[in-house]
Every structure is written in structure tokens, then in C-alpha cells.
């Protein structure tokens, strides 16, 4: 039986309190989310009449039209859960939504109303595939070729070495022969051996004399 609107007191009841606050809640959901979320609060205690707002329609229907499946599941059912987040649904239309619903329940707890959220996700999917076309990578550059957007400066050099050495927990100056020929074979493969003034650069970094650079370059084609 539905509840009356006013008490003994003269004061508004519980369910009725419950749905004016609901009214709020679904305005402000509404402005947050819109264009594209459908924002409805439902009067369980009345199911032929039980929407009472609407915020951004994108269903099409108005207020005084009867509850959705789920309400009535509410109605049947106190236990019936409280929050369903983020499941799939459709509108009239045949456009996919991704919805969420929230019953309300007054302290003698019983389902009073439920305020329900419908997002168009059509427009989304849409977008969503087209930013995954733009980011896809199918193809790879030639295995010779290692490629990057970023100048080629001088200054690239040490700190390359550097890192090459950290990586293995020693200093530039403290390389082996052989390492110090592999990090000559990154920095050529970088193209940083082609500047102006690095063959000197590299000699610095690694404390060696810049004939010795040469050698170690020669030794690396060699070997290859």
C-alpha cells in the first residue's frame, strides 16, 4: 500500500522526503553528465506512474510513465541489491547504453524509489574506434633501421654513455674494453658518431684519447 504524503504531525513522510531529495540529486547528476547520460528517478511505490524526473532524455519517455523491469524487481523483492553498476543495456532506438541503478530504501527498509543513469555509449564506441585506428601500429621500420623523432645533439653523448654504464653498476671510466666498444656501437647506432666533434666528445666521456675511439670503432667493424 502506498504511503501517505502527510503524517499525523503535518510533516512531509519518509518516502516523500526520499523522492524530493531524489529530484535534487537527479538535476544535478543531470547538468554533471550532460549530453550524453540519461539521469531518471523512479517512485517505486507507484510502478504504473513511476517516473517523476528526467534529466538530458534520451530514452523518450516522460513523467508518469510506468517503472522498468528492474524496479519492479525491487518491488518483489527488499533483498534485491541495492546498487547494479555499469551494465549493459539499450535504448528504444536500438542505441547501446551502459547503465547504473541505485534503489532507495526507507528505514523501515523498503524500496521507495531508485534513481537510474543510461549513458549513450554509441558516440563513444564510434570515437573510441577511430582513436584506436589512429594510434595503431602495424608496421614495423626496416630491423637496419632504429629510428628516433628526437634531434640528434652533442649533448646526447655523455649522458648516453652514462646511463650505459650505470646499467652496469661501473662508471664510464670504469668500462671494460669490451663494453666501452659496445657503447661505441649504441652511440654509432644512435647516429650521434656522425656529428661534428663527437669522436672527441666520446673520448672525454670515456677518459680515453680520441685515437683510441677510432680504434675501438674499427675493432667493432671488424669483429662484425
Known sequence: ?????????????????????????????????????????????????????????????????????????????????????????????????KSTSIGLKNSEGEYVAAICLNMDISMLAAAAASVQQLVSVPNQAPATVSETLASRRLDDIRPLIADFAAQRNTTPQGLTLAQRREAIRLIEARGLLDLRHAHAEVARTLGVARSTVYTYLSDSKGSS
Request: no cysteine; net charge negative; proline share 7%.
Open 1 to 97: 500500500m502506498k504511503s501517505t504524503k502527510v503524517s499525523t504531525t503535518g510533516k512531509l513522510d519518509e518516502n516523500t522526503l526520499l523522492l524530493r531529495e531524489g529530484r535534487k540529486i537527479v538535476e544535478a547528476l543531470g547538468q554533471t553528465f550532460a549530453p550524453l547520460v540519461e539521469v531518471v528517478l523512479h517512485d517505486l511505490t507507484d510502478p504504473d506512474h513511476a517516473i517523476v524526473a528526467i534529466a538530458n532524455n534520451l530514452s523518450g519517455r516522460e513523467p508518469g510513465d510506468a517503472v522498468t523491469e528492474m524496479g519492479l524487481a525491487r518491488i518483489a523483492d527488499p533483498a534485491f541489491p541495492e546498487v547494479i553498476a555499469n551494465y549493459a543495456n539499450r535504448f528504444p532506438d536500438g542505441r547501446p547504453a
